[in-house]
């Protein structure tokens, strides 16, 4: 579609919102009734030319006394979806009196399939009804839809019966999806501070699209494709990476088709995505998208999928799904469980203030591997994701499943303030589950935050952008595994580490004098035996030896335990008291895997020359992974040299004694 009519489409609809709603609804508001009435008035006019034979139909099947009947009349329609009321929008303008208005538009309403009827009500659409009755604007509002100064229909209009002259072009579904999107993106970006929970900025997308796909064009075939968003929003990185992939496969001479799923919890953004899809005359992908929460209500628990991007909601609690899974500590679901090699349970549950990484468990758990390509995913993330958690939380121990199974090919730090309600940094993980040869045991990090270009005016909290050039270059990096000052390669191994408790045993040295006070026993006459048996024990056992003057005072355990606080002081001299740690001197150790030795070489090297009575419980050994760019990227201020610093003390040294001289007159 020509550019200057898409333009001119988009001016002309978001126009309807000044002119109809602008004393009726806040600014922010008018999507509610702008989008969902494009949507309608595009699908009427896809069913201006069956009308005739679906009310012929209906009537045919109303008299053979069929009662489901939508397959039917869709058929009659050509499309799928249809509406079975006696209306098409234009036949509502002429209606003079508002209650007959607003009766005939209800019924035109009703008449739609139970798919867009699923669409208006995630819209609640008809909640609007009433306040455009009521501010007398609807009969404007329908009128401004079907004016003859717009095309929405894929029929072309000409000036006469000749058919000679294009007075008004067709509009295509690739055209229509463009102008829904573009007023998606209007909207989005005239209510910012909402846009980002739902709206992944298009430069983001190309990249990441370009970083799933591009990898393996070469061994793209005449096949078909899956491609899901487990969080698609309005859907939006589906249809970029759809194009995307037909462009590239396009390019090389393949015919491929691709079936899109996803799945969105709220309902505005589900009724765009499905409304955007079935104006685009893909009514089956439209099927394909779920509603309702990923997390706790998967709507495609037993697919997999050769392509997964998304970008999931990051800090925000999944307190709910927690819930509804039974409780944080009762989930069993499998994509959120793993088990090491040895059988060991490996719980991946994160806290539930964020649950970004469920959506990256959710994703890996739906990865092929029985294809040539294997799955591969594109997945936004702030940097919660790769440093939260010590060492045996679900946090770290999704990245050690992650990381361990060799799924992570790289992730790539973005800039700062590159989302329209956040200026946080955020990072694309790239996983797959058939890596090259080449990158097998390895995971590429790439710094790009400082790969920009500035925007001329800010979009929300987004002030710069990734250009085409930009993100060639990134994908440029990412494919050639090139190491420079903004890529590095490592091993599995530099990511991981040991968390080691170090203790160090208790010693006690004994105070026989120390008074117990009487308020630790409820009963006198065991007061008084208490302070017998330490006047025993006093008589033939060392001091600095707890545990033989315990066993010398002759009183049960809970006794001792009762009043050793009271007689008892550290001593570092003291004998040690075997089986308990001195818990004021335990101290955990970070172990590097790559440490030469191990946890015992670094307990030899690092602890035991200052420690010498030190000791580790293996049984608490956890293994720990995090990814911390700054300590790979970080680059330090270069400091001033000596002579410049002297330079300029001498110049404001010497600016000084003229300005003196100045004031004394000297």
Known sequence: MDNQVHNTIVSFIWAIADDCLRDVYVRGKYRDVILPMTVIRRLDAMLED?????????????????????????????????????FLLKDLTSRAKKQTLKADFGAYLDGFSPNVQEILEKFKFRNQIDTMMEADILSAVIEKFVSPAINLSPKTIYTDDTMQEVRLPALDNHGMGTVFEELIRKFNEENNEEAGEHWTPHDVVELMADLVFVPVADKIKDATYSCYDGACGTGGILTVAQDRLMALAKRRGKKVSIHLFGQEIQPETYAICKADLLLKGDGEQAEHITYGSTLSADGNASKQFDFMLSNPPYGKSWKT??????????????????????????????????????????NAAKMKTDTELGSRIAEVHNGSSIFTGDAGSGESNTRRYLI????????????????????????????????????????????????????????????????????????RIFLEMEESDVSR????????????????????????????????????????????????AAKTAQLDDWTAFAKAAKLSAAMLKKIR?????????????????????????????????????????????????????????????????????????????????VADLETLEAETNGMLRDILGV
Request: proline letters at 5%; hydrophobic letters at 40%; glycine letters at 6%.
């Open 50 to 86: 069956t009308k005739p034979a679906v009310l012929e139909m209906k009537e045919k099947l109303a008299q053979a006394g069929v009662s489901n009947q939508w397959s039917a009349l869709c058929r009659a329609a050509g499309q799928a979806f249809c509406n079975e009321s006696p």
């Open 404 to 475: 361990e199974n060799d799924f992570v090919e790289a992730i790539i730090a973005l800039p700062e303030n590159m989302f329209y309600n956040t200026g946080i940094g955020t990072f694309i993980w790239i996983l797959s589950s058939k890596k090259e040869v080449r990158r097998k045991g390895k995971i590429q990090l790439i710094d790009a935050t400082a790969m920009k270009s500035p925007l001329r005016k800010n979009m929300g909290k987004k002030n710069c952008e990734l250009t085409a050039e930009i993100r060639e270059e990134i994908v």
């Open 489 to 536: 390669i490592f091993n599995h191994e530099e990511f991981g580490y040991w968390s080691v408790t170090v203790d160090r045993p208790l010693r006690l040295r004994v105070l026989p004098e120390a008074e117990i006070p009487a308020s630790v026993f409820r009963k006198a006459e065991d007061l008084a035996k208490a302070r017998a048996g330490v006047a025993l």
């Open 321 to 362: 799904d927690a819930e509804r899974l039974g409780g944080k500590k009762e989930i069993l679901d499998s994509r959120f469980n793993a088990y090491l090699a040895d059988g060991t349970p490996l719980g991946m549950i994160p806290r539930t203030s964020d649950g970004q990484l469920l959506f990256l468990l959710n």
């Open 565 to 645: 606080p009271y007689i008892t002081e550290k001593d570092a001299s003291a004998k040690a008291i075997d089986g308990e740690a001195d818990t004021e001197l335990r101290d955990t150790e970070r172990i590097p895997f790559s440490y030469e030795g191990g946890v015992e070489g670094f307990l030899k090297n690092e602890v035991k020359p200052y420690a010498p009575d030190s000791y580790v419980d293996e049984r608490k050994i956890q293994i720990g992974y995090e990814l911390s760019f700054t300590k790979y990227f970080f680059k330090p201020t270069e400091l001033r040299s000596m002579q410049e610093i």
